[in-house]
């Protein structure tokens, strides 16, 4: 089993930045793949951003704004979120899956992030 914990979600206003944190525990951090999702009001949870043991991947949306990164030595997973609009209004979800697996089987329990115009 695996807890994650998100935690950085606030206001902000359009241009500005956040940075959200997922804290893991319970299993050996460095097997699992990490990734963000986010959902916003109305609409179907997406894919944000993932990073593996290797490598990085990004949406259309977020590619350019958007920084993931991991940090094995302590269990966490980090989304830099630069240059924010609006649209980026969501609830913003860590997600833990083991390397090689197709599914996600672990979730937090969202952060919510609002953007102002």
């Known amino acids: 089993q695996v807890q994650l914990v998100e935690s950085g979600g606030g206001l902000v206003q359009a241009g500005g930045s956040l940075r959200l944190s997922c804290a893991a525990s319970g299993r050996t951090f460095s097997n699992y793949d990490m990734a963000w999702f986010r959902q916003a009001p109305r609409k179907e949870r997406e894919f944000a951003a993932l990073i593996s043991w290797t490598s990085t991947d990004y949406s259309d949306s977020v590619k350019g704004r958007f920084t993931i990164s991991r940090d094995n030595a302590k269990n966490t997973v980090f989304l830099q979120m630069n240059s924010l609009k609006p649209e980026d209004t969501a609830i913003y979800y860590c997600?833990?899956?083991?390397?090689?697996?197709?599914?996600?089987?672990?979730w937090g329990q969202g952060t919510q992030v609002t953007v102002s115009s």
């Open positions: 997600a833990a899956r083991l390397r090689g697996a197709s599914q996600y089987a672990y």
